[in-house]
């Protein structure tokens, strides 16, 4: 017999349930796939008003101690140290030959006795994070506290997602800038406002103990967000070019093939598998990477699709797939080589040999 895996729910799924949300389990996670119109929910993303977008399955570690930025700085891409107080920056945690573990987003807090840090990690990477990290808390003053099981954490994304915001939380959430972080009080709860997108639109994260999360939700619902569930943030994510572990980007990719070059610092020195990421930038180039295809119209393709050049040598394979619906056609993730990353290749896929273009991510840019 399969030995049945358990899967944990949001302290939302009561809210989602009374919203008729239909729910598929991934990643160890009971999420809501969809309320009942995918086109209604990505288009108060892309289009009008805003989305919210229940967060929670990500994994969320507090790190701190007098020894937390030396610790992360030998373990993580970017550099820690240039890292200020209520701000955030992308990073990678790479193996010893420089293939990707995790990509996170690590948000440093106003410090208290010593530097705090809160590293957002995907569910699917989050006990290896997690793991990995714990382990130094032998080697120094290092300390490492799971938050998951017992916070939430809310996306409001979408054009009218700052005046969502302000209206619920306050003033100053117009003062939180690209990649700042603010700790607020919120009807007597510590709310930590996270300026990002997952969208490519404007957009807040909100990281709120799970006692108050019910009542966060249903204030931004007042004020007229709409619920988005995981089917159309993936239509969302995949237009804004935004890579997934296990779906795009994984273990035998090394860093500089993931498209994530924002989360890397060549300035930094020394970290684990630094050698190699330097040695490609400055030495040579990536054998292939995770670029963008575009489709001429909408075209029924799968996620694995082989894709050829031109005169049928294999370029590389599809990740993701979705038909956008503010371009009007289907666009892809993939990974190709090198040869073949130039914009405006031409290329088609072995599948009923259809034909496409090479482009630049995100395939829509939003704010």
């Not at 705090?116 to 990995?132: C, G, N, R, S, Y």
């Not at 054009?159 to 009807?187: F, M, S």
């Not at 699709?305 to 956008?324: H, P």
Request: aromatic share 8%; with cysteine.
């Amino acid at each position: 017999m399969t030995e049945a895996v358990a899967v944990r729910n949001s302290p939302l799924h009561q809210v989602h349930t009374q919203l008729g949300a239909a729910f598929e389990a991934r990643d160890g996670w009971l999420e809501p796939s969809a309320y009942g119109d995918v086109l209604r929910e990505y288009a108060a993303v892309r289009e009008r008003g805003a989305g919210l977008i229940d967060l929670t399955s990500t994994g969320r570690l507090k790190v701190s101690g007098s020894e937390a930025i030396q610790f992360l700085n030998g373990l993580i891409t970017n550099d820690v140290k240039e890292l200020a107080e209520n701000s955030w920056m992308p990073a990678v945690f790479p193996n010893a030959q420089g293939r990707l573990i995790a990509s996170v987003r690590v948000i440093r807090l106003p410090d208290e006795e010593s530097p705090v840090f809160i590293l957002d990690t995907e569910a699917a990477t989050h006990q290896a994070i997690f793991k990995l990290v714990e382990r130094f808390t032998l080697a120094g003053d290092f300390r490492v506290h799971d938050l998951t099981e017992t916070t939430a954490l809310i996306s409001l994304q979408g054009k009218q997602a700052i005046q969502i915001a302000g209206t619920v939380l306050g003033d100053g959430v117009d003062e939180v800038k690209d990649e700042g972080a603010r700790v607020v009080d919120w009807n007597g709860t510590r709310v930590v406002i996270i300026r990002a997108t997952h969208t490519s639109e404007d957009g807040f994260d909100l990281l709120i103990e799970s006692a108050g999360s019910k009542d966060l939700w249903n204030a931004f619902m007042k004020e007229g967000a709409w619920p988005v569930g995981f089917t159309a943030l993936e239509m969302l994510r995949i237009e804004a070019g935004i890579p997934r572990y296990r779906v795009d980007i994984d273990e035998t990719l090394v860093v500089s093939e993931t498209n994530l070059d924002d989360a890397v610092s060549f300035t930094k020195g020394c970290y684990i598998g630094q050698e190699i990421i330097a040695r490609i930038k400055y030495r040579g180039h990536v054998a292939k990477k995770l670029t963008g295809v575009t489709f001429e119209k909408a075209t029924k393709i799968e996620p694995g699709g082989k894709v050829l050049s031109s005169d049928d040598k294999e370029a590389g394979r599809l990740t993701s797939v979705t038909y956008s619906p503010h371009l009007g056609r289907t666009v892809a993730l993939g990974i190709l080589k090198y040869q073949y990353l130039e914009p405006g290749t031409v290329v088609k896929i072995e599948s009923g040999e259809v034909s496409a273009v090479v482009s630049d991510l995100p395939f829509i840019k939003g704010r």
